[in-house]
Antibody
Framework: EVQLVQSGAEVKKPGQSLNISCKGS????????IGWVRQMPGKGLEWMGI????????RYSPSCQGQVTISVDKSTTTAYLLWSSLKASDTAIYYC?????????????WGQGTLVTVSS | DIQMTQSPSSLSSSIGDRVTITCQAS??????LNWYQQKPGKAPKVLIY???NLERGVPSRFSGGGSGTNFTFSISSLQPEDVATYYC?????????FGGGTKVEIK
């Protein structure tokens, strides 16, 4: 059974660093693109970026480029989303997502979401 | 960037009604237009991929269509469990983009 299991909720202060994780299981982790989608409180879905675990090819949305880092650890089949300096505007639910393999391009599995709250 | 404009932003219909949502792209999408459903407090799930293909296990009352820059998503007979927000998404090119969402409620 394919699963994406994310780390738990976080409460941080502005300026602090953070990384949240997404562990993939039940499939060949290195062969599927894995990405992150943000949902600010009461708002819609926003794609942040995506990484191909096999070679770490990474693409970011323009609004997230330079603000976050997406990485993977193939040995633990885990993807990460990292901030070096959080802002209050980073408060959101973050979902990790898997892109389908092959000729169809969509997110077929989603993690359960990680709530990040940034407040002084 | 491809902008995705969904309409309406919300709607309220009766059980059994046909519901249609539209999604307009700012440039032609060749194939990869998807629709997701997000129920309150839950992660989204895909319902339709490649504009008109029903994801495995999704009820047949859901359908998608369209091409080029204009796409539609329909529920043929609205059920109570369809209360959710629906999003279109293009996967044609980076950056990937979502529509603003359509909140569907029961009248």
């Amino acid at each position: 059974e394919v699963q994406l299991v994310q780390s738990g909720a976080e409460v941080k202060k502005p300026g602090q660093s953070l990384n949240i994780s997404c562990k993939g299981s039940g499939y060949s982790f290195t062969k599927y693109w894995i990405g992150w989608v943000r949902q600010m409180p009461g708002k819609g879905l926003e794609w942040m970026g995506i990484i191909y675990p096999d070679d770490s090819d990474t693409r970011y949305s323009p609004s997230c480029q330079g603000q976050v880092t997406i990485s993977v650890d193939k040995s633990t089949t885990t993807a990460y989303l990292l901030w070096s300096s959080l802002k209050a505007s980073d408060t959101a639910i973050y979902y990790c997502v898997r892109r389908t393999w092959g000729a169809h391009y969509y997110f077929d599995y989603w993690g359960q979401g990680t709530l990040v709250t940034v407040s002084s | 960037d491809i902008q995705m404009t969904q309409s309406p932003s919300s709607l309220s219909s009766s059980i059994g009604d046909r519901v249609t949502i539209t999604c307009q792209a700012s440039q032609v999408i060749t194939k990869y237009l998807n629709w997701y459903q997000q129920k309150p407090g839950k992660a989204p799930k895909v319902l339709i991929y490649d504009a008109s293909n029903l994801e495995r296990g999704v009820p047949s009352r859901f359908s998608g269509g369209g091409s080029g820059t204009n796409f539609t998503f329909s529920i043929s007979s609205l059920q109570p469990e369809d209360v959710a927000t629906y999003y279109c998404q293009q996967f044609d090119e980076f950056p990937l983009t979502f529509g603003g969402g359509t909140k569907v409620e029961i009248k």
